[in-house]
């Protein structure tokens, strides 16, 4: 059974797989974003009271909602990037010695800048196309609904907000797997 000492040593290691300061500052930014659950939260109830208790729906709970939500599950990408939480396969990577994860890991952020780097470009053209109309003024995209607020512009700027985002953090991540020592590197380095 495990004992205080136990979940205050497991707390402290979550804290201790933010490696880099911009990491740091996005795993601290979601204290702030999870304030936009709440708001989602707060203008469903409002919705529903509007609609069921005075028999006056609105017309901007729904997209609102949806936009808050969208952008929170847009920003957990950094945000697991930070934490060092994303998928990997632990069977594998646990089972190797140090020096290993480390080429595991130099490995895993090499993939990964590639398939940022080609998220990005795709991200910046379905920006460019939800920004700017065919004659290059601006215009952003709307939802067509009678409301017409320019979600979809917002949301598809935030996606490429977050890649680019996620493409330095992996850069920073590469350097420092590059840099890190591990006991079997440090041992042969002394000896020669």
């Known amino acids: 059974m495990a004992d205080q000492s136990d979940i205050i040593d497991t707390a402290g290691q979550d804290e201790a797989e933010i490696r880099t300061g911009l990491d740091s500052a ?12 709440f708001a989602a939260f707060l203008i469903t109830v ?6 069921y208790v005075f028999n006056s729906p609105t017309f901007w709970a729904h997209e609102t909602t949806s936009f808050l939500i969208a952008g929170v599950f847009l920003i957990g990408g950094p945000v697991a990037l ?3 939480k994303h998928i990997r396969v632990r069977m594998f990577y646990d089972s190797v010695s140090p020096r290993r994860r480390r080429m595991l890991d130099i490995f895993n952020s090499l993939v990964a800048l590639m398939f940022f780097a080609g998220l990005a470009f795709a991200s910046w053209i379905m920006v460019s196309k939800s920004w700017f109309n065919p004659s290059g003024a601006l215009h952003l995209e709307g939802t067509g609904t009678s409301w017409n607020p320019p979600t979809p512009a917002l949301l598809k700027l935030l996606v ?8 330095v953090q992996t850069v920073f991540h590469l350097i420092a797997a590059i840099r890190r020592e591990t006991p079997d590197t440090s041992a042969t380095e002394k000896g020669h």
Do not use: Q
Not at 26 to 37: E, F, N, Q
Not at 46 to 51: G, K, S
Not at 160 to 167: A, N
């Open 26 to 37: 996005i795993a601290g930014s979601t204290k702030v974003l999870a304030w936009a659950i």
């Open 46 to 51: 409002i919705e529903v009271f509007a609609r």
């Open 82 to 84: 930070a934490r060092d």
């Open 160 to 167: 490429l907000i977050c890649v680019v985002v996620m493409f």
